[in-house]
């Protein structure tokens, strides 16, 4: 009889961590969601309450010389953003989602399709460092690849 309800107190302790992760990956994805949102509205409010203080970004592509990595601070993708003509358009089109949860610290793993206007610019993935704050999941980090082809 112990066994069978030391058994069961097992399957909810699992129960319920398994529901804590699937309710911080549903936070995690929504909080990605916003960040787009702004992104695509130039929303500055909208983006930067997605994003953790030190919040910075990057881009690793191919070159004739080898991969490249290009850096950029947050406040300067964030002016950029907002800045940018409304003529073309920018539209990141985000793939399925693969989130990993390590108590505070989360990766979210997404493919993502550029296109300017109506015409396909490039494709890759964003990797982003998400941290659960007391104001919820912010992002610390997006590096993503550009490539022309995702095949």
């Known amino acids: 009889m112990m066994r069978n309800c030391f058994v069961v107190f097992l399957f909810l302790l ?7 992760q699937a309710s911080d990956a549903l936070a995690i994805e929504q909080t990605i969601v916003v960040f787009f949102e702004g992104f695509h509205t130039k ?6 309450s997605t994003l953790h203080e030190t919040f910075d970004l990057g881009s690793v592509f191919k070159t004739p010389d080898g991969s490249k990595f290009q850096p950029m601070e947050g406040q300067e ?13 920018w539209k990141e089109v985000l793939g399925e989602f693969e989130i990993k949860i390590s108590g505070q610290l989360a990766n979210a793993w997404v493919p ?27 992002i610390l980090n997006i590096t993503d690849s550009r490539l022309r082809n995702c095949d």
């Open 14 to 20: 699992g129960f319920q961590w398994g529901s804590a």
């Open 43 to 48: 929303d500055s409010v909208l983006l930067r």
């Open 77 to 89: 993708f964030i002016a950029a953003v907002i800045a940018r003509a409304d003529s073309p358009t």
């Open 112 to 138: 993502y399709e550029f296109w300017l206007n109506d015409t396909f610019s490039h494709c890759g993935v964003n990797s982003i460092h998400l941290m659960e704050t007391k104001q919820g999941w912010k």
